[in-house]
């Protein structure tokens, strides 16, 4: 089976950067999606990580360790439109398995 | 848009009572899934398919059948509903391969259920 585990809740101020980590304990799996979810909306994809380090897209970027089984995405200038959840999936067998995802609230 | 509709939206129903959600996908794709999303639980496999007629369970799939005659279409179907089963279900779909231009997989919109 697979164990993976996120903070639930975070606030940070806008403009600010925020870092939310995902650990996981797994047999094995292809990579690792971060998607964000709006309330009420549908998850959407934010980044996948197949290798260890570091992806960068725009304000978003995306870190794997497969040696530490763990991950991190980092939210760099807020906006209040990143309020969200965050959630984090391990891709495997052709299906993805999910965090319980982390909550993260942006102040003015 | 991603080529992904769920019907209905929104639905109330009685204990009891059989339940059919909808998935439709133009995309073409291989893959499809059930999910329900529930507070502190996340997003949890029901169930999902890997061609017409290829079905399998995923974490919860007690208490749901599913069915996939056409590419396009993945139904999901509570057979006696119970309040356990208010949820929040997405849909979603993907191919084999991930690249810049697949994103992996797409969710639906969602169906909101409940059961009374």
């Known amino acids: 089976g697979q164990n993976i585990d996120q903070p639930t809740e975070m606030t940070a101020t806008e403009g600010a950067i925020v870092q939310i980590n995902c650990t996981y304990q797994t047999s094995g799996f292809n990579g690792l999606f971060w998607y964000q979810q709006h309330a009420g909306e549908a998850p959407t994809f934010l980044s996948y990580n197949v290798l260890d380090g570091l992806e960068e897209k725009g304000r978003f970027s995306s870190f794997l360790s497969r040696s530490k089984g763990y991950s991190y995405l980092l939210l760099k200038e807020l906006q209040m439109k990143d309020s969200a959840s965050y959630l984090c999936?391990?891709?495997?067998?052709?299906?993805?398995?999910f965090g319980k995802g982390n909550q993260v609230v942006v102040i003015p | 848009d991603a080529g992904i509709t769920q019907s209905p939206r929104h639905k109330v129903t009685e204990t009891g009572t059989p339940v059919t959600l909808r998935c439709h996908q133009t995309?073409?794709?291989?893959?499809m899934y059930w999910y329900r999303q529930d507070p502190g639980h996340g997003l949890r496999l029901i169930h999902y398919?890997?061609?017409?007629?290829?079905?399998d369970k995923g974490e919860v799939s007690d208490g749901y059948s599913v069915s996939r005659s056409k590419t396009e279409d993945f139904l999901l179907t509570l057979e006696s509903a119970t309040s356990s089963q208010t949820s929040v279900y997405f849909c979603?779909?993907?191919?084999?391969?991930?690249?810049?231009?697949?994103?992996?997989?797409?969710f639906g919109s969602g169906t909101r259920l409940t059961v009374v």
């Open positions: 398919s890997y061609g017409v007629k290829d079905t």
């Open positions: 995309e073409n794709h291989r893959y």
């Open positions: 999936a391990l891709d495997g067998n052709n299906r993805l398995a």
């Open positions: 979603a779909i993907s191919e084999s391969f991930i690249d810049d231009a697949n994103y992996g997989y797409t």
